[in-house]
């Protein structure tokens, strides 16, 4: 697609070279032999705009290339210097062209020859002129391209010098000379205020300013994305054809990072949707929300550390304090002391975090990852399946043991099973006669390493 733009581009940069090339030999041709200082300031505008063309058709022909270690953000700028660079040509051709026309008037040399040609020659540039303007405006609007804009600019500009000269040639047929030469500085006015105009906005671009109306509109963008709790900065520079922009966002720290890259990844859509060709980069921070739990603090200071999310977390308030008890696994193989170390230091965080603790008890335990090798040991083992089952069923809450299974590692058992339950129990309930289920299993099978029991309401 890249390569398209660029050959469509190059293109049309180079229809403009060569009709500037015809333009600029037919005006000074009809300009010497007529005299006419008007058609004279057209042909050396022509030519200036040949000179623009030439250095148009090589910036596209360059601004399109990737981004190299030299130029991390491409090319692009070579289409704003050369829109500088046919800016100055353009003042410097109508300081030349007003000079020239107030001699003539000062020195009341007015000889101009008018023929037929004179107007077929400006008649024939203001048809060239008003289909080049329109091309070039098209693929510069399509590409966002200034170079090419610039472009569009002189042959627009073309348009009404050639009108204006075509008025002074019928005044001084007429039998007024003189207006040859006040055609020709009105030329060189007009010239100077579309410089101006593209003047600023090349310096703009090279300033790298951003209109502040699409900065806002960017930012809304971004704060309209579900998530976002903060924008916080946002910056934007424009390069040739590509817009690059950097934005720094607030994100909730308790949401899992999976969810906060879908985030980013939805804030780069919206602006594309504005701006198709922006390379965007955003930055999250974590923000803290104010309706943050005593929980998500705990997760979130473990977590800072490296460590696994903590488990089996409870609060208890009393007497106005909360009473903080959790498990936390540590790597297999770390060291009591290390562990111990780094439990004390998430103790002083968390009573700095919330003032109103207590007292912080933490379990230490070491983490085994979960892919072990086990054996599926329910046929071999009826008998111990057998007492497993009747344990259960034995509990007054129970009303059923089912699809019971035993996995052995050495010499020890995981048991897996489901429990069918009195539907019209709590779930604060259910879990407590699964407890007790789990507790008494334990006291009873010493060779049980884990029982994990799936319960269905009867």
């Avoid at 004179?118 to 329109?134: A, K, L, T, W």
Wanted: hydrophobic share 45%.
């Amino acid at each position: 697609m890249t390569i398209a733009f660029s050959n469509e581009k190059k293109f049309i940069a180079l229809t403009s070279v060569l009709a500037a090339i015809f333009l600029t030999g037919f005006k000074l041709g009809i300009g010497l032999w007529t005299n006419s200082l008007g058609i004279l300031s057209e042909a050396a505008h022509s030519g200036l705009d040949l000179l623009a063309a030439i250095i148009t058709f090589l910036a596209v022909s360059f601004a399109d290339r990737p981004a190299d270690e030299d130029h991390p953000y491409g090319h692009g700028k070579l289409e704003n210097i050369s829109a500088f660079i046919e800016t100055l040509l353009l003042v410097v051709t109508c300081a030349w062209i007003v000079y020239e026309g107030v001699s003539r008037l000062l020195a009341h040399s007015h000889h101009v020859d008018t023929n037929v040609w004179s107007f077929i020659v400006m008649g024939v540039s203001i048809v060239i002129d008003i289909s080049r303007s329109r091309a070039l405006y098209r693929v510069a609007r399509k590409h966002n391209s200034q170079a090419l804009e610039a472009d569009a600019l002189h042959f627009s500009s073309d348009v009404w010098s050639s009108f204006t000269v075509i008025v002074g040639l019928f005044f001084v047929w007429l039998g007024y000379p003189e207006f040859d030469a006040v055609a020709a500085i009105g030329v060189a006015l007009l010239v100077l205020f579309v410089s101006y105009r593209l003047g600023r906005r090349t310096i703009d671009a090279l300033m790298d300013r951003v209109p502040q109306s699409l900065t806002k509109e960017i930012e809304r963008a971004i704060q309209s994305v579900e998530g976002v709790e903060e924008l916080r900065k946002v910056r934007i520079r424009n390069s040739g054809a590509h817009m690059f922009v950097d934005a720094v966002v607030a994100i909730r720290r308790t949401i899992p990072f999976q969810s906060a890259h879908t985030i980013m990844d939805t804030i780069e859509r919206a602006i594309h949707d504005i701006h198709p060709n922006a390379d965007v980069v955003v930055h999250s921070e974590p923000f803290e929300s104010k309706d943050e739990t005593i929980i998500d603090k705990i997760r979130v200071i473990v977590m800072d550390k490296g460590l696994r999310a903590p488990h089996n977390i409870e609060v208890q308030l009393i007497d106005g304090k909360y009473f903080i008890d959790f498990d936390m696994e540590y790597a297999e193989g770390k060291s009591f002391t290390d562990a111990h170390e780094t439990t004390s230091e998430i103790e002083r965080q968390i009573q700095t975090a919330i003032p109103a603790v207590g007292k912080v008890t933490i379990h230490m335990e070491e983490y085994h990852p979960s892919e072990r090798i086990l054996v599926d040991v329910t046929a071999a083992e009826t008998t111990l399946s057998a007492e497993i089952q009747r344990a259960v069923e034995q509990h007054n809450d129970i009303a059923a043991c089912t699809d019971l299974t035993l996995l052995q590692e050495g010499h020890q058992y995981n048991a897996t099973f489901t429990c069918q339950i009195d539907k019209t129990k709590t779930l604060d309930e259910v879990h407590q006669i699964i407890s007790e289920v789990e507790s008494s299993l334990f006291r009873q099978f010493k060779q049980l390493r884990r029982v994990l029991i799936h319960a269905e309401p009867k």
